[in-house]
């Protein structure tokens, strides 16, 4: 035998398994190309990402640019790709808390511990326990309030919180409110939506100006057109027991102030505005501002008062020192009303935005890869829980009053319908795997038999 047919014979089988490589290839290259049946249907949409932001007020005291007070009613809900979150919050403290939480001045106890405040309820959608949502009352202060939070593989999270009311009377009160939030897919998987609302019952200022009904809301659904919008709208308003017309904030909200401004309060009306694809509707602001009447009186009572507030203060202090915390923030809350600080009552404020998740833009080929799976715990029963069927239109509900607070649960909530079915066994990938295993074993077969017949020909010495 030749050198080159030697040569020839020797990489047939090289060339042969080299062969049925590439045939194996071409076939799962076509087999897949389609969906395969052993994966899960997705959605008829992809989950992309969204989030939702609502809170009922803020008060606002502050000495220079450092803000002292607490935020009430935070709901928060968001989703990113197969997972979803919430959080509800019915009081931050902020810097207040980081205060009351701080070791005494004599080593002794905080005066409020900071396991002791409120906590956010907080919930994702990689537990399941979550699908069916938490309830909790706010028991760290002793007014009634409540904290709600969903989140559900559908991807789906809401959160909903309800506040109470609180003022002074006669001088500034605040109705009931509830911040709303959700963020996901509704419809039955069919749309991605993220919405947020407010809705406070009343404002009272100084027993002159009522405002009832004020309502917070920004929606933005990135699948089918729409809508993206954010608005802002009052029930009623009435000046000295004398109803105006509310159909306008803008407009009403200047007569206001035409009334407020001898007593050095002004309000600032919420603008609906769109900035970098993120609905936002801006809150109320109520703001002391100077006033010649108002600080020529305040400057007459601090001076008349000065030498016995001294002697208090200088008591308490001598009695505890932890007592220095309250007189802080009792100065720092006269002085911004005064002069010498700002104040400023923030009420409402929502923001929604929803859409894709931008694609790598180093990513080659013309293949795209699947949303990856969520990390941690997953719920393998399919979808849970619940979603939100958001308004089509028509007449807007009522708007809350003091006598009627705004709901609990501001949307309807329907069932999701079911958006993944179950895969199969078998199919094109097990055909090709098996023939792909045969194909082996004929090498593995081949390979055997010629080393058998390479051994008989080795030539046997014998001495």
Not at 248 to 257: A, H, R
Not at 263 to 291: K, Q, W, Y
Request: hydrophobic letters at 40%; a neutral charge.
């Amino acid at each position: 035998m030749s050198a080159a047919s030697s040569a020839r014979g020797t990489y047939r089988r090289t060339k042969w398994g080299a062969a049925g490589a590439l045939a194996a290839m071409l076939v799962t290259f076509f087999a897949t190309g389609g969906t395969s049946s052993a994966a899960p249907s997705q959605a008829t949409i992809e989950p992309g990402q969204g989030l939702a932001i609502a809170q009922t007020s803020r008060v606002d005291p502050r000495a220079g640019a450092l803000p002292i007070g607490p935020t009430l009613g935070i709901s928060i809900a968001g989703h990113q790709n197969q997972v979803a979150q919430a959080s509800s919050q019915a009081v931050d403290l902020g810097v207040l808390g980081t205060t009351l939480g701080s070791e005494g001045c004599d080593g002794s106890d905080p005066t409020l511990p900071a396991d002791k405040q409120p906590k956010a309820l907080q919930v994702d959608s990689r537990d399941p326990a979550s699908a069916q949502g938490k309830d909790e009352d706010e028991t760290a202060l002793p007014v009634p309030m409540h904290k709600h939070a969903l989140a559900n593989p559908t991807p789906f999270g809401e959160a909903i919180t309800t506040t109470a009311a609180y003022g002074i009377p006669g001088v500034l009160s605040v109705g009931p409110g509830v911040s709303h939030t959700y963020s996901g897919l509704v419809d039955g998987g069919t749309a991605r939506e993220a919405k947020a609302t407010t809705d406070i019952a009343s404002i009272n200022l100084a027993n002159v100006v009522a405002i009832n009904g004020l309502h917070w809301e920004a929606v933005w659904r990135s699948t089918g057109g729409g809508p993206q919008a954010g608005s802002f709208s009052i029930g009623s308003v009435s000046i000295a027991g004398v109803p105006i017309p509310a159909q306008d904030p803008v407009s009403t909200i200047n007569q206001i102030n035409a009334v407020l401004k001898p007593l050095g309060l002004v309000i600032d009306p919420p603008t609906a505005r769109t900035v970098n694809g993120v609905e936002f509707v801006d809150p109320l602001g109520i703001s002391v501002v100077p006033s010649a009447q108002r600080d020529v009186v305040a400057a007459t009572l601090l001076g008349n008062i000065q030498p016995l507030r001294q002697q208090l203060f200088d008591a308490l202090l001598a009695q505890d020192c932890g007592n220095a915390s309250y007189i802080t923030v009792f100065d720092i809350a006269l002085g911004s009303i005064t002069g010498a600080g700002s104040f400023n009552l923030i009420l409402g404020g929502v923001q929604a935005s929803s859409g894709e998740i931008p694609r790598n833009q180093f990513q080659l080929g013309t293949f795209s890869l699947a949303a990856p799976a969520p990390t941690g715990t997953s719920n393998s029963t399919g979808v849970l829980g619940t979603s939100v069927k958001p308004s089509t239109g028509g007449t807007a509900a009522a708007a809350p009053t003091a006598s009627n607070p705004p709901a609990a649960n501001a949307a309807t909530i329907t069932p999701a319908a079911s958006i993944a079915s179950k895969g199969k066994r078998g199919g094109a990938l097990a055909g090709v795997g098996l023939g792909c295993l045969a194909f082996l074993l004929a090498l593995a077969e081949g390979d055997r038999r010629k080393m058998r017949r390479a051994q008989r020909e080795i030539p046997q010495f014998t001495v």
